[in-house]
């Protein structure tokens, strides 16, 4: 385990220019075309106040090295906790950087006594995503309402107790 990695959530009042400007650079370290601009993260991470945000931090260099940012009050399934994007910066991945980052986000609503399942939009060939949320108890489903439809993604969905319960076995998994 490595311990310099710390996982915070960050308050949209506390936000600094540099903390958007480390998180910007995590989106765009694949150099994909739709990574999030500077402008639409300012809008995740300070504008949407209801928005619930966790970072990952190695406190070895004090960098943001991935980012979870969530949307509690979303359409999705007529009602669930989206997952707006999850990335982890590529010379930190298969480190269980991603899963922690879900588990901490659904710990973080469970404790609030959420009973709204997670859901989660994911393009049909980005397959070390579709692993990832496989492993942590995420399924496939079939869309439900129009905010669901996309030819071009899949829609997976998982409860809070469901995550949870991963969660435990797999930490319970690597101390055996
Ligand atoms: C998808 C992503 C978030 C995974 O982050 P990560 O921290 O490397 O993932 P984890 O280390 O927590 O991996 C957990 C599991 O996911 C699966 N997985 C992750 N990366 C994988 C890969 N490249 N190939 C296959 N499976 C993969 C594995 O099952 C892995 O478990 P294992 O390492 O025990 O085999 C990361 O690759 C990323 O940022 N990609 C670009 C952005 C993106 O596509 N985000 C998702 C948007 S929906």
Redesign the pocket.
């Known amino acids: 385990m490595n311990t310099n990695l710390q996982y915070i959530k960050l308050e949209q009042s506390h936000v600094t220019p540099e903390q958007l400007k480390q998180i910007v650079s995590v989106e765009q370290a694949?150099g994909i075309e739709n990574a999030y601009s500077i402008e639409q993260i300012k809008n995740i991470y300070i504008e949407k106040e209801t928005n619930v945000n966790f970072v990952c931090i190695d406190s070895s260099s004090n960098q943001i090295i991935a980012h979870i940012a969530t949307n509690p009050l979303s359409k999705r399934r007529n009602g669930s906790i989206f997952v707006i994007?999850?990335?982890?910066s590529p010379e930190y991945?298969?480190?269980?950087?991603?899963?922690n980052l879900l588990f901490t986000a659904a710990q973080h609503y469970a404790t609030l006594g959420t009973t709204l399942p997670i859901s989660?939009t994911?393009d049909k060939d980005?397959?070390?995503?579709i692993?990832?949320y496989k492993?942590v108890g995420f399924e496939i489903v079939e869309p439900i309402c129009s905010a669901d439809e996309d030819d071009e993604q899949y829609i997976l969905v998982s409860s809070l107790e469901n995550l949870h319960n991963k969660m435990k076995s797999l930490n319970n998994s690597k101390t055996k």
């Open positions: 694949d994007n999850l990335v982890v991945r298969r480190l269980g950087i991603a899963q989660i994911v980005n397959l070390p995503a692993n990832l492993k």
